[in-house]
T-cell receptor, first 112, second 114 residues
Framework: GQQLNQSPQSMFIQEGEDVSMNCTSS?????WLWYKQDPGEGPVLLIA?????ELTSNGRLTAQFGITRKDSFLNISASIPSDVGIYFC????????????FGQGTTLQVKP | DAGVTQSPTHLIKTRGQQVTLRCSPK?????VSWYQQALGQGPQFIFQYYEEEERQRGNFPDRFSGHQFPNYSSELNVNALLLGDSALYLC?????????????FGQGTRLTVV
């Protein structure tokens, strides 16, 4: 089935460093969503993107909707220990607005 | 404002049994979707309910069925459980009548089939 390719698979960084992760698709997406999931919990929505080229921030998080509509990235600035978790990109592909498709996730670990 | 709530939080079932999971959407939301998340994987779409009808379905067998009630709450039923059905089952709700918008997730139900 349709998939999103998310990279990197995991990251181990020092507190205070910036983080970047991205998501690509072989087909066009109309909406990109970024989620964070802690162990044993459901995904929590961080940022939603609806237009190609759109750049949106939420505190230290910034995400962009790629101009080709086939990719998106998420940046976290000045990471802190509570940023630890699994980050998922997700999206609705063109013509398929009911089914949210997820990437495989990026596991982030932050060393104090 | 209560978010998406799911029950139970954990469940252990025997292979071949049937299970029912429940979900109450976020206040004001009328669309409910169900996802299966295997360990170490991203969630996989099972189906979506809107106006008490299944609107879209993912690549899951007929053993997976659902229902939406007039108050927008929903149930996921899985028959003839297999070991491979062990997973975190997530419910998500979204804005009234608008597909393709933000989906808010519950905390999930951890199903273990033994």
């Amino acid at each position: 089935g349709q998939q999103l390719n998310q990279s990197p698979q995991s990251m181990f960084i020092q507190e205070g460093e910036d983080v970047s992760m991205n998501c690509t698709s072989s087909s066009i997406f109309n909406t990109w969503l970024w989620y964070k999931q802690d162990p044993g919990e459901g995904p929590v929505l961080l940022i939603a993107l609806y237009k190609a080229g759109e750049l949106t921030s939420n505190g230290r998080l910034t995400a962009q909707f790629g101009i080709t509509r086939k990719d998106s990235f998420l940046n976290i600035s000045a990471s802190i220990p509570s940023d630890v978790g699994i980050y998922f990109c997700a999206g609705y592909s063109s013509g398929n607005t009911g089914k949210l498709i997820f990437g495989q996730g990026t596991t982030l670990q932050v060393k104090p | 404002d209560a978010g998406v709530t799911q029950s139970p939080t954990h469940l252990i079932k025997t292979r071949g049994q049937q299970v029912t999971l429940r979900c109450s959407p976020k206040s004001g939301h009328d669309t409910v979707s169900w996802y299966q998340q295997a360990l170490g994987q991203g969630p996989q779409f099972i189906f979506q309910y809107y106006e008490e009808e299944e609107r879209q379905r993912g690549n899951f067998p007929d053993r997976f069925s659902g229902h939406q009630f007039p108050n927008y709450s929903s149930e996921l039923n899985v028959n003839a459980l297999l070991l491979g059905d062990s997973a975190l089952y997530l419910c998500a709700s979204s804005f009234p009548g608008l597909p393709g918008t933000e989906a808010f997730f519950g905390q999930g139900t951890r199903l273990t089939v033994v």
